[in-house]
């Protein structure tokens, strides 16, 4: 495969990393004065952020592990519509032989390996996680799912990068919320270790099992447009940035960047995330060591709080607007990065969602 040294990351309202990270923590402080001195009392923090995915919270019970003569009666019974009765007969004999013989040797020891506290939490996470990471097939459509927010009938043409904004903004809001211990369970004793590693979460490939990198405390996102990436800061020293400045700077990157048409053949680092999980590990590796350059760029996008892709063509049909949430369309086919939960904004003030679930 051919490749070249990607380029630095464009900057659009970069602060020093220093100030980036004062202005992380001031902005939480803020915000969580806000949200304590809500109604005029204060709000005690529901957890610890970073205990979130190690501690048991709201103390609910393991996942039990299925009893394994019902597990085999199930797995008959199933046969039955979809099996001829000679065949179904061999697959009787078969399980009858293992529920005698090897099935109660590994339900003891799978009971026994369930024995502990801490992870893996369940007696399948542990081989999910293994399966999920190690999958080498391409992550669009096979792996990363996607949705669209219902279209917003007074969000006119011209206003869609004003509704990216507003969505940008709130969804720093909502994490900030969450990083100070005030997001309440959705539902009664609902688990709520899953929004530890929703934003921020990076998939970076690796030969044979990928790796996930967290970043909840992000500072910025990155803004991809005709497979050219932008840094956005949006967390500042004081807060979050306003939804108008946001708009600024998006419309400032969408305007001065050209179509693909009218650029160099170049599509963007991005497509290469959409390739066999080895041959994308082997790329990146060699990119990494060709300079510094391709590292902090690299990093710049895992260490985003998310994505953000800025197609020049719009989608004429809900067909199309669905082949560029789940793959691409020739034109935007580099401007994904599959590794990273990835907004997608289409008009009428759409604004899709494509992600690699972190933790499935």
Same mark, same amino acid.
């Given at each position: 495969? %051919?490749?070249?040294?990607?380029?630095?990351?464009?900057?659009?309202?970069?602060?020093?990393?220093?100030?980036?990270?004062?202005?992380?923590?001031?902005?939480?402080?803020?915000?969580?004065?806000?949200?304590?001195?809500?109604?005029?009392?204060?709000?005690?923090?529901?957890?610890?952020?970073?205990?979130?995915?190690?501690?048991?919270?709201?103390?609910?019970?393991?996942?039990?592990?299925?009893?394994?003569?019902?597990?085999?009666?199930?797995?008959?019974?199933?046969?039955?519509?979809?099996?001829?009765?000679?065949?179904?007969?061999?697959?009787?004999?078969?399980?009858?032989? @293992?529920?005698?013989?090897?099935?109660?040797?590994?339900?003891?020891?799978?009971?026994?390996?369930?024995?502990?506290?801490?992870?893996?939490?369940?007696?399948?996470?542990?081989?999910?996680?293994?399966?999920?990471?190690?999958?080498?097939?391409?992550?669009?459509?096979?792996?990363?799912?996607?949705?669209?927010?219902?279209?917003?009938?007074?969000?006119?043409?011209?206003?869609?990068?004003?509704?990216?904004?507003? @969505?940008?903004?709130?969804? @720093?809001?909502?994490? %900030?919320?969450?990083?100070?211990?005030?997001?309440?369970?959705?539902?009664?004793?609902?688990?709520?270790?899953?929004?530890?590693?929703?934003?921020?979460?990076?998939?970076?490939?690796?030969?044979?099992?990928?790796?996930?990198? @967290?970043?909840?405390?992000?500072?910025?996102?990155?803004?991809?447009?005709?497979?050219?990436?932008?840094?956005?800061?949006?967390?500042?020293?004081?807060?979050?940035?306003?939804?108008?400045?946001?708009?600024?700077?998006?419309?400032?990157?969408?305007?001065?960047?050209?179509?693909?048409?009218?650029?160099?053949?170049?599509?963007?680092?991005?497509?290469?995330?959409?390739?066999?999980?080895?041959?994308?590990?082997?790329?990146?590796?060699?990119?990494?060591?060709?300079?510094?350059?391709?590292?902090?760029?690299?990093?710049?996008?895992?260490?985003?709080?998310?994505?953000?892709?800025?197609?020049?063509?719009?989608?004429?049909?809900?067909?199309?607007?669905?082949?560029?949430?789940?793959?691409?369309?020739?034109?935007?086919?580099?401007?994904?990065?599959?590794?990273?939960?990835?907004?997608?904004?289409?008009?009428?003030?759409?604004?899709?969602?494509?992600?690699?679930?972190?933790?499935?």
């Amino acid at each position: 495969m %051919q490749w070249a040294p990607m380029g630095p990351i464009r900057e659009v309202g970069r602060r020093t990393a220093a100030a980036a990270c004062r202005g992380a923590v001031q902005g939480l402080q803020a915000a969580t004065r806000r949200m304590s001195t809500a109604a005029g009392k204060s709000i005690a923090p529901a957890y610890q952020f970073h205990e979130l995915y190690s501690t048991n919270h709201l103390g609910l019970p393991r996942l039990p592990i299925p009893d394994l003569d019902a597990t085999l009666d199930r797995y008959l019974e199933s046969l039955q519509a979809v099996t001829e009765p000679a065949d179904l007969e061999a697959h009787r004999k078969l399980v009858e032989s @293992f529920r005698k013989n090897e099935g109660p040797v590994l339900q003891q020891q799978l009971v026994a390996a369930d024995a502990h506290a801490g992870y893996p939490y369940s007696y399948v996470e542990r081989y999910w996680d293994d399966m999920y990471l190690g999958l080498r097939c391409p992550l669009s459509v096979h792996v990363a799912p996607g949705y669209g927010l219902r279209p917003d009938a007074d969000c006119v043409k011209d206003r869609a990068m004003l509704r990216l904004a507003k @969505f940008i903004s709130a969804t @720093f809001l909502w994490q %900030q919320k969450a990083l100070a211990g005030l997001m309440a369970p959705d539902q009664a004793f609902g688990c709520m270790s899953f929004i530890g590693r929703l934003l921020g979460t990076a998939r970076v490939p690796k030969k044979t099992r990928d790796e996930l990198r @967290f970043s909840p405390a992000s500072t910025h996102i990155a803004v991809q447009c005709a497979g050219r990436i932008f840094r956005v800061d949006v967390l500042a020293k004081n807060g979050i940035v306003s939804v108008e400045e946001l708009h600024r700077q998006l419309q400032y990157i969408y305007s001065t960047v050209p179509p693909p048409g009218q650029m160099d053949a170049d599509p963007g680092v991005g497509i290469l995330t959409r390739e066999d999980r080895d041959v994308w590990a082997g790329v990146r590796a060699r990119m990494e060591g060709h300079s510094a350059t391709n590292r902090r760029s690299l990093e710049e996008v895992d260490s985003s709080l998310l994505v953000v892709c800025l197609d020049h063509e719009e989608p004429a049909s809900t067909s199309q607007r669905s082949q560029d949430l789940l793959h691409g369309r020739p034109g935007n086919l580099g401007n994904r990065w599959y590794d990273k939960m990835q907004v997608i904004p289409s008009p009428p003030g759409l604004n899709p969602k494509s992600y690699t679930l972190p933790k499935p």
